[in-house]
């Protein structure tokens, strides 16, 4: 034989035979396991996606709002006890944080604060978010919700200063 291919034919055990019957139940079972996980795990990673901006990022000069509105730099401070909002160089009383009945934190201190501030600087759309580690992840989703619904809608997210 040219190709080096054992055929079976020689030796005392006569011919074997090349058609072995392939069990494929195995194979597609974990395709089909495979696929179906790829597929589901695609969509939760769309619906699981928050519109955040990193602080602190490259800027453009498209992204640079008009001179003629008046918008300060707006951050808050979240702290698992409270919340510091500063305007610029001016900072706001802190809001202490509370859990309501069902054992969620009650963000409508912040939700008042918000409209009074909104009332004094109605062109103002992006906060800066600075949680600390310890903040849970539910609050700061909840904030962030807060804050777009507020109309703050450009919403960056940094790590907490000291």
Do not use: H
């Not at 709002?65 to 802190?94: H, M």
């Not at 849970?136 to 962030?144: K, N």
């Amino acid at each position: 034989m040219a190709g080096g291919m054992d055929t079976g034919g020689g030796g005392k055990g006569g011919k074997k035979s090349l058609d072995a019957p392939i069990n494929l139940t195995a194979f597609i079972d974990l395709m089909a396991v495979t696929i179906s996980f790829l597929i589901m795990t695609a969509v939760w990673t769309q619906i699981g996606r928050l519109q955040v901006s990193q602080a602190g990022g490259p800027s453009t000069e498209e992204e640079q709002p008009p001179t003629e509105t008046k918008t300060v730099q707006l951050t808050l401070l979240i702290t698992p006890s409270e919340l510091r909002l500063s305007a610029d160089q001016s900072t706001f009383d802190p809001i202490p944080l509370t859990k309501d009945g069902k054992g969620k934190t009650d963000l409508s201190k912040l939700v008042a604060r918000f409209k009074e501030l909104k009332a004094q600087l109605p062109d103002q759309t992006a906060i800066t978010l600075q949680p600390e580690d310890k903040v849970r992840y539910e609050d700061l989703v909840r904030i962030i919700d807060e804050c777009i619904g507020s109309g703050l809608p450009q919403v960056s997210v940094s790590a907490a200063m000291g």
